[in-house]
């Protein structure tokens, strides 16, 4: 008896689970109401109420614009003698980054021995040079920002790369000085920290 109960339940189940699942089929089905044909002499003269052609002249055009998506322009670039001497801060910045982050490895290395200190003492004033370019091309392409709600990100950006090329400086100083050489490590790890701070403001601002 209760072996039959469970066929039954089951047998429920699984009927109603078809009907259901067939239900959504029939109800949408039901929704799309099929064209109404005006047939005068075997020939179709309207569908829908509208005549023949202009019905299939709107059904075509609605399939068109179905297709159809608009296409922006875009701006072609061009590459030119020019274009490599604008925006000088965005292509140089990268360099005396890189050359900071070089520099403070190699002590890291050299920490016992310094036998990478000879690299380091050109690496340095390298990017301190470097940095004299991209500050002084940071400020001439900081004037768009000016009114502009970013223009407090921009000042702020501003004041650490000058702390960077400080920073730098006195880096440079300390590994020819022979008194600032107990400096040295405290001037490196400072450059560190504010070319970090100063490229994550960079960042920031370019997006």
């Known amino acids: 008896?209760?072996?039959?109960?469970?066929?039954?339940?089951?047998?429920?189940?699984?009927?109603?689970?078809?009907?259901?699942?067939?239900?959504?089929?029939?109800?949408?089905?039901?929704?799309?109401?099929?064209?109404?044909?005006?047939?005068?002499?075997?020939?179709?003269?309207?569908?829908?109420?509208?005549?023949?052609?202009?019905?299939?002249?709107?059904?075509?055009?609605?399939?068109?614009?179905?297709?159809?998506?608009?296409?922006?322009?875009?701006?072609?670039?061009?590459?030119?003698?020019?274009?490599?001497?604008?925006?000088?801060?965005?292509?140089?910045i990268h360099f005396p980054i890189a050359l900071t982050v070089i520099a403070l490895l190699l002590m890291l290395l050299g920490y016992k021995d310094e036998k990478y200190l000879g690299a380091i003492k050109i690496i340095i004033p390298t990017a301190a040079l470097l940095t004299i370019v991209?500050?002084?091309?940071?400020?001439?392409?900081?004037?768009?920002?000016?009114?502009?709600?970013?223009?407090?990100?921009?000042?702020?950006?501003?004041?650490?790369?000058?702390?960077v090329l400080a920073s730098l400086i006195l880096w440079s100083v300390s590994l020819y000085v022979e008194k600032l050489k107990k400096f040295t490590w405290i001037f490196a790890i400072l450059t560190f920290v504010l070319v970090s701070i100063t490229g994550l403001y960079g960042g920031v601002i370019a997006h």
């Not at 469970?6 to 429920?12: D, E, G, Q």
């Not at 768009?144 to 004041?159: C, D, K, N, Q």
């Open 134 to 163: 991209v500050v002084l091309s940071g400020l001439q392409q900081a004037e768009p920002f000016e009114g502009t709600s970013t223009y407090a990100l921009v000042e702020t950006h501003e004041l650490l790369g000058f702390g």
């Open 1 to 92: 008896m209760q072996k039959l109960n469970v066929k039954l339940i089951f047998t429920f189940l699984l009927i109603a689970s078809v009907l259901f699942a067939h239900g959504d089929h029939k109800k949408k089905k039901a929704e799309v109401k099929p064209d109404t044909l005006t047939i005068v002499n075997g020939d179709t003269i309207a569908i829908n109420g509208m005549a023949t052609d202009k019905f299939m002249a709107a059904r075509h055009s609605e399939a068109e614009e179905e297709k159809l998506e608009p296409v922006e322009e875009e701006e072609v670039k061009e590459v030119t003698f020019d274009s490599a001497f604008q925006h000088i801060h965005n292509k140089v």
